[in-house]
């Protein structure tokens, strides 16, 4: 059973970068055809999602956030990692760990309860 667990801040200042972490257990980062990415739901954008990353560690970003958007993946610790620059006070929100398959489109199909950032100064 594959598990989720989100860690992150809490609180990022304005400006600032907001860095969060992914622990996958019960299942392998590198196991084909797995994704695994993120996604924050917003008053002000609904679900969004934001960047993913491949079993092979080829990266993919929504084109809105892709400037300022990194993921990456340290596979000896099972974890995946998202770094958004510049956050400004929309970026907001619940920010969730995801995993699942692409077919053309991302299913997500694991996800954990989430991890509430608030940028604020």
């Known amino acids: 059973q594959v598990q989720l667990q989100e860690s992150g801040p809490g609180v990022v200042k304005p400006s600032q970068t907001l860095s969060l972490t992914c622990t996958v257990s019960?299942?392998?980062?590198?196991?084909?055809?797995?994704?695994w990415g993120w996604v924050r739901q917003s008053p002000e954008t609904g679900l969004e999602w934001i960047a993913a990353?491949?079993?092979?560690?080829?990266?993919d970003y929504s084109p809105s956030l892709a400037s300022r958007a990194s993921i990456s993946r340290d596979t000896s610790k099972s974890q995946i990692t998202l770094q958004l620059t510049s956050v400004t006070r929309e970026a907001t929100g619940v920010y969730y760990c995801?995993?699942?398959?692409?077919?053309?489109?991302?299913?997500?199909?694991?996800w954990r309860q989430g991890t509430q950032v608030t940028v604020s100064l």
């Open positions: 019960g299942g392998s980062i590198t196991t084909r055809p797995y994704y």
């Open positions: 995801v995993g699942g398959w692409s077919s053309g489109t991302y299913n997500w199909v694991y």
């Open positions: 990353i491949a079993y092979n560690g080829v990266t």
